[in-house]
């Protein structure tokens, strides 16, 4: 059965029964005697068979069903990648199934296997941490192609590719450009630590740090607004040599540009700022955040576009597959 989802004709044969036997089953039918209806339900559970209530609307239909499962629909970063996905999708006569995580693993194990249930044809899924892969082991068993995007938690990437941004080189390229208009220390701010994402988004600032014999200096948090108003308060206090940060995403660094004007602090002049992922409110504050550009809304339907090839070809992409970033500077790194 490698490789290939098991059918209602397999149930039947396994459990020595119709097949007409097998839908009733499927149906709670009260035709089907107890005895009979406790071998295919055992015969479904070996053979980890999943009832797909859509299949045959969709084999009739030219539209198919993605699931594109988000771990955290609140960050306008991931909103505008499930936004771009999903009009791809629906360019191409597919329906998308949109379903937030809220960063919680069993509402993403809840969902997925609903999806799988009714019959999404294939997965995008920017994942929730904690459930250590056993999504990603339904949806092997289910047969449903999955692609991870953006985060990744399963590292069998060739059955499982994973497609995100060159985060590394962002990091870099934003404490590349602190230290050359003269910071002097730079922190490393926001981020769940030991997170592969933080460490992504960081690993790129340690490897300059180490370059320039420079102690890191870290900072991890929640990645939201709150937490980065709150470090612009720690960092007057407890950190008065840092003058300039890298952030792990643009809320912290618009929580410091709060935080820092609640104190009177002068970002751009007094303290360096630099964002990640360049959502539209960098450019519509004061002073506009400096950030490395994602171009998620790109990204999302590149990563669209890819899963449509998989499903129209049958070739799977690239395990690993990184989008160029690139560092866009304004105000808060800048005195223009």
Known sequence: MTGKRPTIIDVARKAGVSKSTVSLVLQNSPLVKSETREIVEQSMRDLNYVYNRSAANLRSSAAGLIGL??????NPFFTEFATSAQMAFASHGFVTVVANSDENPEIQAQVIGSMIEHGVSAFLISPAYGDEGAVFKLIERAGIPAMQVLRIIDDRTELFPFASLDYLEGSRLAARHLADIGARRIAFVGGFEGHPVTQERMSGYVELMEELGVEPLQIFGRPSRAFGRDCANDLI???PEVDAAVCFNDLVALGLLSGFAQSSVTVG????????????EC?????????????????????AETMLEWLETGERPPARDLAPVKLVVRQSSSNT
Do not use: T, W
């Not at 499962?69 to 609140?74: A, E, L, T």
């Not at 002049?269 to 539209?280: A, K, L, N, T």
């Open 69 to 74: 499962v988000i771990n955290d629909m609140r």
């Open 237 to 239: 206090k407890n950190h």
């Open 283 to 303: 450019a519509l504050v004061y002073p506009r955040l400096s950030s490395i550009r994602c171009d998620v809304g790109s990204f999302g339907r590149r990563s």
């Open 269 to 280: 002049q007094d303290f360096r700022i630099v964002g990640f992922d360049d959502i539209e």
